[in-house]
């Protein structure tokens, strides 16, 4: 029978339970963010009206020059966004082991790089365009939460690594 002390040293911490959660969370925000963002595509892909609740705001904003980028709707550039999101959350549950930190790191990247984008065309809504799109603002605000859920997971796994470094160093000496 083990000891209460061998146990414990097998046992993750609670805070490294978290990563899994976090991680499926991510996945289900990722989710989401691509059926909004599919929703704003058919809309500007099928020049169709988008059922808005804050008046005209969401035809206004996809009949602006701000809605395409490249050639390409920007809504569809948010589905590719949120497919990788999805794809990365997937890695790092099922391979964390194989790729180390790089799926956190890249959820973190495409996080950060998603709710800059979308403050920036949150600020285009307000003083460009005089308009603003319920489901822009339901995507930013999706993609501010990857952010953070990606941060508090790269802090746990930094974290976690950095425990497991040390402890490997103490039973080598």
Known sequence: MKSVTEATAESPEPR???RPILLALIALLA???MAVSSYLAYGNIGDESLFCELGHGCDAVQASEYSVVLGIPTAVWGALLYLAILAAAIAGLSFSSRFGELPSLALLGMGLAGTTYSGYLAWVELHRIEA???WC??????ITAV???SAVNLAIETRARSDDDFSEGEVSR
């Open 147 to 149: 952010l953070v859920a």
């Open 132 to 134: 603003l799109c319920m």
């Open 31 to 33: 989710i989401g963010g």
């Open 137 to 142: 603002t339901i995507s930013a605000l999706i």
């Open 16 to 18: 490294y339970l978290l």
